[in-house]
């Protein structure tokens, strides 16, 4: 009987693989995005695009697993959703209010753990956020949240 019930679930498992997940599009030529329009920070920059750039952006890199049913549907979801909310690929293009609450939702999101989603460091190790890189991005989400005002 687990036999059977076993090879049941390798069957399901081997047809997903068949419904394409339809993953977001990577585009590496971004002329409106934030890191090659403003100047951020090195560390910074290096924060952001190892825990926010793969699901905020063109810039996308999938991992191997993103290939795989059913993570493969759960990855282009996020990555669908996190672009929707937020691109830095497309920052440029934003209007200054839509800019400062970006900035806003960064601070707040990564200040309370929310960002990035509990999930994503588990399977990327540099993605992960000491206290002090938490600060250290909100610190300067405000302090960019100022210059951005004052335009």
Not at 19 to 48: F, G, Q, R, Y
Not at 54 to 83: I, K, M
Not at 95 to 113: F, M, P, Q, T, W
Not at 136 to 145: D, G, I, N, Q
Request: with cysteine; hydrophobic share 45%.
């Amino acid at each position: 009987m687990a036999r059977r019930i076993l090879l049941g679930l390798a069957g399901i498992l081997l047809v997903m693989q068949l419904i394409p997940a339809h993953l977001p599009e990577v585009k590496t030529a971004n002329p409106e995005d934030l890191l090659a329009n403003n100047p951020v920070p090195e560390e910074i920059a290096a924060m952001l695009q190892n825990t926010c750039y793969d699901c905020h952006s063109n810039e996308t890199q999938y991992p191997w697993y993103a290939y795989v049913a059913p993570v493969s549907f759960l990855v282009a979801s996020d990555t669908r959703e996190g672009r929707e909310h937020l691109n830095f690929s497309a920052w440029q293009s934003l209007s200054k209010a839509d800019k400062l609450e970006a900035l806003d939702d960064i601070g707040e999101e990564v200040a309370e753990g929310e960002m990035p989603l509990k999930v994503y460091p588990l399977m990327h190790a540099q993605a992960r956020l000491s206290e002090e890189d938490r600060q250290a991005l909100v610190t300067w989400a405000e302090e960019f949240a100022e210059k951005v005002f004052e335009e």
